[in-house]
T-cell receptor, first 111, second 114 residues
Framework: GESVGLHLPTLSVQEGDNSIINCAYS??????FIWYKQESGKGPQFIID?????DKRQGQRVTVLLNKTVKHLSLQIAATQPGDSAVYFC??????????FGAGTRLFVKA | DGGITQSPKYLFRKEGQNVTLSCEQN?????MYWYRQDPGQGLRLIYY???????QKGDIAEGYSVSREKKESFPLTVTSAQKNPTAFYLC?????????????FGAGSRLTVL
């Protein structure tokens, strides 16, 4: 069935280092992918998205990479800051209404 | 400021009681959604609505009910039939329900059954 999963449930990085959060998806028909950030006690917030006809998309300090061959998605955060500490979810859509969320990765930033 | 307002933020319920969670948006979005989040887990879809006076069941609709009488409002009722209602409930909206539409979330409502 459809699923979106994450390789690591937690990630700890030093402030100033780059962070890489990985995500695997199983539905080859998915054509749109989104990363959300959820801080404690709050709702998820949109970070960046990418369509399936792209391999890479950059935002402010964030980059999303898509490898359709191995059904892999990653979120790279440059110069990680304490404010980046949160749970990060990847999500996928296949043109329909449903957004499928992964279980999330918790990012800890050490000062 | 445009956004989604959920209330109450915290709610305690006795077993056997129904409770209703409020969700209001002023983004003029057509589609609205309710998700449930359990500790350490992702979001699971309860119900969604693509347009006023229409809604569909998501993956875990049993024990829940919704209504969509107004475009800006999508309340969720957690009924006594829901066997394990303690969770964090998130309401979201999007301009449309299909295609490349990003979800905008509210701050959530945490329900605890005593």
């Amino acid at each position: 069935g459809e699923s979106v999963g994450l390789h690591l449930p937690t990630l700890s990085v030093q402030e100033g280092d780059n962070s890489i959060i990985n995500c695997a998806y199983s539905n080859s028909a998915s054509d749109y992918f989104i990363w959300y950030k959820q801080e404690s006690g709050k709702g998820p917030q949109f970070i960046i998205d990418i369509r399936s006809n792209m391999d890479k998309r950059q935002g402010q300090r964030v980059t999303v990479l898509l490898n359709k061959t191995v059904k892999h998605l990653s979120l790279q955060i440059a110069a990680t800051q304490p404010g980046d500490s949160a749970v990060y979810f990847c999500a996928e859509k296949n043109g329909g209404f449903k957004t499928i969320f992964g279980a999330g990765t918790r990012l800890f930033v050490k000062a | 400021d445009g956004g989604i307002t959920q209330s109450p933020k915290y709610l305690f319920r006795k077993e056997g009681q129904n409770v209703t969670l409020s969700c209001e948006q002023n983004l003029n979005h057509d589609a609205m959604y309710w998700y449930r989040q359990d500790p350490g887990q992702g979001l699971r879809l309860i119900y969604y609505s693509q347009i006023v006076n229409d809604f569909q069941k998501g993956d875990i609709a049993e024990g829940y009910s919704v209504s969509r009488e107004k475009k800006e409002s999508f309340p969720l009722t957690v009924t006594s039939a829901q066997k394990n209602p303690t969770a964090f409930y998130l309401c979201a909206s999007s301009p449309g329900s299909s295609g490349a539409n990003v979800l905008t979330f509210g701050a959530g409502s945490r329900l605890t059954v005593l």
